[in-house]
């Protein structure tokens, strides 16, 4: 996990496009693995990507924002409305 503010929280992401499934998994060095089914196509896997931390955070979509890698496999994600300790416990469940 990058740095967090008492209601934001940025995370390391490593993107798996084109998996045979959608997971997320927090990895032991605090950084996010997502496996998403859609191809790295039309922003297709962004897009996939942000469904899938949306869902395993029970956060609304709006709250998480890409603000690098948009076209490569590693990204930072902006969570809003989440400390970082929040996000480690979500993903930890």
């Known amino acids: ?3 967090s503010e008492p209601n934001e929280a940025s995370l390391n992401v490593k993107v798996a496009p084109r ?4 997971q997320v998994s927090l990895q032991p060095d605090g950084s996010v693995k997502v ?7 039309d922003g ?33 994600v902006k969570v809003l409305g989440l400390s970082a ?3 480690q416990r979500r993903l930890s469940d």
């Open 19 to 22: 998996a045979s499934r959608t």
């Open 44 to 76: 297709q896997a962004n897009e996939a990507v942000i469904e899938a931390l949306s869902r395993a955070l029970s956060t609304a979509k709006s709250n998480l924002e890409i603000t690098r890698g948009h076209s490569g496999r590693d990204k930072i």
């Open 35 to 41: 496996w998403v089914t859609a191809p790295p196509a």
């Open 85 to 87: 300790a929040e996000v």
């Open 1 to 3: 996990m990058a740095k």
